[in-house]
């Protein structure tokens, strides 16, 4: 089945503990993304990557780094998490950024940092 | 400052009639648009696409019409059932210059009564 899956669906944390956040896609997809949804403010997109070794920031890239060294996997970093940082992350990828195709989503992870 | 602007957060109808969901965009380099639903806990699906080329487009029950003059897009649900009760994000991305990133607005919460 084609999907794009993250890892861990839940996660709650400490002010400053380093996590990462796993986004795989088994759809051999060129685009991949990050976004977080947050009330009121819909999907901002953190960090993308257009192909292997290539990523870029998005809107809201701070406190977040990412890596694309395998074209299936594009994982989130926070290397000292924060408060403002509890949100819900969505990894998105896209055959191209040929738009007609849309993205595929994964499920989400809700990250609490406390 | 929002380029894609959904201004309903919520709209509540009655099964079997119409809904409209409505989005404006500001951005004039903006020639790609594409409609999301969302259920909750799950991530975003792609629903409907549309090309500045075209003034409408329909799928089954879901029509998205494009006004570019008025920088508005809407998408119709015809008849509403209890199933497309959903969050529904709007997302326009400009294909020129390569870049396609979309920009997603704030999302409309529909709830379709029984």
């Known amino acids: 089945e084609a999907q794009v899956t993250q890892n861990p669906r839940y996660l709650i944390t400490v002010t400053g503990k380093k996590l990462t956040v796993t986004c795989s896609q088994n759809m051999n997809h060129e685009y991949m993304s990050w976004y977080r949804q947050d009330p009121g403010l819909g999907l901002r997109q953190i960090y993308y990557s257009m192909n292997v070794e290539v990523t870029d920031k998005g809107d809201v890239p701070e406190g977040y780094k990412v890596s694309r060294k395998e074209k299936r996997n594009f994982p989130l970093i926070l290397e000292s998490p924060s408060p403002n940082q509890t949100s819900l992350y969505f990894c998105?990828?896209?055959?191209?950024?040929?738009?007609?195709?849309?993205?595929?989503f994964g499920s989400g992870t809700r990250l609490t940092v406390v | 400052d929002q380029q894609v602007k959904q201004n309903s957060p919520s709209l509540s109808v009655q099964e079997g009639r119409i809904s409209i969901l409505n989005c404006d965009y500001t951005n004039s380099m903006f020639d790609y648009f594409l409609w999301y639903k969302k259920y909750p806990a799950e991530g975003p699906t792609f629903l409907i696409s549309i090309s500045s080329i075209k003034d409408k487009n329909e799928d089954g029950r879901f029509t998205v019409f494009l006004n570019k003059s008025a920088k508005h897009l809407s998408l119709h649900i015809v008849p509403s059932q209890p199933g497309d009760s959903a969050v529904y994000f709007c997302?326009?991305?400009?294909?020129?210059?390569?870049?396609?990133?979309?920009?997603f607005g704030r999302g409309t919460s529909l709830i379709v009564h029984p």
């Open positions: 997302a326009a991305s400009s294909t020129s210059g390569g870049s396609y990133i979309p920009t």
């Open positions: 998105a990828s896209s055959r191209s950024l040929g738009t007609v195709y849309g993205y595929t």
